[in-house]
């Protein structure tokens, strides 16, 4: 019902910026929670911020402060600002879309993934 495809990784020296996109195709862009996550080589995948249909978001205390969230409904659209990025930010970025709290069950899509890279 959602296909999901990242853009906007790269290579960024520590203190510099990206923002990453995730545009969804399908029916259920409207309802879902988006959410960026990220996974590093040997690390489990952690979430990294999500943002509702109506806009509320929330942040894991590793990027609060540094990462924006955000949504373009019209667009199908959803956004990760990183700014004052560090080493320890480098990971495959990955946005998903749950619909669970609609279907009443466990229901994520995700994208395939874009590779983040902060140099020292």
């Known amino acids: 019902q959602v296909q999901l495809v990242e853009s906007g990784g790269g290579l960024v020296q520590a203190g510099g910026s990206l923002r990453v996109s995730c545009v969804a195709s399908?029916?259920?862009?409207?309802?879902?929670?988006m959410a960026w996550y990220r996974q590093a080589p040997g690390k489990q995948r952690e979430l990294v911020a999500i943002?509702?249909?109506?806009?509320?978001?929330n942040y894991a205390d590793s990027v609060k402060g540094r990462f924006t969230i955000s949504r373009d409904n019209a667009k199908n659209t959803v956004y990760l600002q990183m700014n004052s990025l560090k080493p320890e930010d480098t990971a495959v970025y990955y946005c998903s879309a749950d619909v669970s709290r609609w279907r009443g069950t466990p229901l994520v899509y995700w994208g395939r993934g874009t590779q983040v890279t902060v140099s020292s």
């Open positions: 943002v509702t249909p109506g806009g509320t978001t």
């Open positions: 399908g029916s259920d862009f409207g309802i879902a929670d």
